[in-house]
């Protein structure tokens, strides 16, 4: 099974609104990474925030972990027509030296 | 552009033919990792590198697989008697010497067995 878990699978708002997603996981962790793919092309790496850290501001996005729920956030503010892609929460297992495991991801769209 | 590279971008192939996908990761990257991605799913991790030794595969690589990273450069990943269950997108990420750290993804390879 799956380390993460990304919720909603789909999520479709209005530019300008703010889009939430979520993600949990099982095991205990090193860090917790976000990525976006855009439709048929690699993924981009957007934030790493480590186990000790609670939260993490990177322009519009604002990630924020949970270690004793197991969970993660992903908050894109004030969304652009350019932020539709999917999303992915990758999880670094503290059991795996070097892996880190992909949820299936959420896919946001944001109408014009 | 300094970023991961694969070739070829697209590949249809014949069930029972054998495919190869090269990867150009960043060059002072020391890691690079290869995944599979089919429609609606995240990436499955398939192997890694650390320079030129491969130090994990995944369950999920049969023995039709194998991938090399000669001289810790470039990489390939070979397909054997490819069979339909294998199209997928084929991706390849670099990172440096760090374990667990920023994956910096290129392009994907499109697979379709037909």
């Known amino acids: 099974s799956q380390q993460g878990e990304e919720d909603p699978q789909a999520l479709s708002i209005q530019e300008g609104e703010n889009a939430t997603m979520n993600c949990s996981y099982k095991t205990s962790i090193n860090n917790l990474q976000w990525y976006r793919q855009n439709s048929g092309r690699g993924l981009v790496h957007l934030i790493l925030?480590?186990?000790?850290?609670r939260e993490k501001h990177s322009g519009r996005l604002r990630v924020t972990l949970d270690t004793s729920k197991k969970s993660s956030s992903l908050l894109i503010t004030a969304s652009r027509a350019a932020d539709t892609a999917s999303y992915f929460c990758a999880t670094a297992p503290k059991t795996s030296y070097d892996k880190v495991i992909f949820g299936p991801g959420t896919s946001l769209s944001v109408i014009p | 552009d300094t970023g991961v590279s694969q070739d070829p971008r697209h590949k249809i192939t014949k069930r029972g033919q054998n495919v190869t996908f090269r990867c150009d990761p960043i060059?002072?990257?020391?890691?690079l990792y290869w995944y599979r991605q089919t429609l609606g799913q995240g990436p499955e991790f398939l192997t890694y590198?650390?320079?030129?030794?491969?130090?994990?595969k995944s369950r999920l690589l049969s023995d039709r697989f194998s991938a090399e990273r000669p001289k810790g450069s470039f990489s390939t990943l070979e397909i054997q008697r490819t069979e339909q269950g294998d199209s997928a997108m084929y991706l390849c990420a670099s990172s440096l010497n760090q374990p667990q750290e920023t994956q910096y993804f290129g392009p994907g390879t499109r697979l379709l067995v037909l």
């Open positions: 590198f650390q320079n030129e030794a491969q130090l994990e």
């Open positions: 925030i480590r186990s000790n850290e």
């Open positions: 060059s002072e990257h020391n890691r």
